[in-house]
């Protein structure tokens, strides 16, 4: 009986948990097509019902990740103060935590090194961020660009590996999505110190303009 209980226990509060998480993943992935950022109503909303469906599972890698996805848009609309400091540091520690539970999910790693551009921190944790991304989502669009940006973003601070991976991909996010990463060079303004790396081949032509 008390084991029937506790079972029922936790598939409540897990049913419960994915209830309130659907609006703010729902938010997060309009946002991300759209490519804008939020309004602070948008966000501090999204961010207390993403906190709340942790709090009935607060084991749930899926939801620390959430979690920690919408407090780097916070982060971003306070860029340059010390709510931005303190808001992305949070998102890292979450970002970690959701790594430690669940380590072969890219987009996590991708999500972790992109936050820690952000913060100027081309560190340990951000090198191992843009590997793991690179070793578990070789060909996830997503990973793709989100890691391009957060290589293109400090490239003058990477050391040669670092970049290596970032290379890495660049290339094969090319076969995938050409138009967005062509786009993304452009805005950080160092093409040719990607393609210098990059093979010939018809994928890199345009892109590099050769």
Sequence with gaps: ML???WV??????????????YQPKYQVQTWEKEARLPSSEEVEYTLSRASLALAWQPNNPDLIDLKAHVLTYQAILHWGTESFSRLSAEAVVLYQQSTLLRPKWPYTWARLALVKAD???????????????VTFGPWETGVHLTLAQAGLSGWSQLDK?????????IYRGLHFAQGALTQMVERYNNR????VFLPKDKYTKRFCGW
């Design 3 to 5: 084991l029937c209980v």
């Design 192 to 195: 040719d110190q990607v393609c």
């Design 8 to 21: 029922i226990y936790h598939a409540v509060r897990i049913g419960v948990a994915d209830v309130i998480a």
């Design 161 to 169: 590996a670092t970049k290596r991976h970032h290379v890495d991909n």
């Design 119 to 133: 913060r100027g921190e081309f560190d340990a944790v951000y090198r191992e961020a843009v590997a793991k991304a």
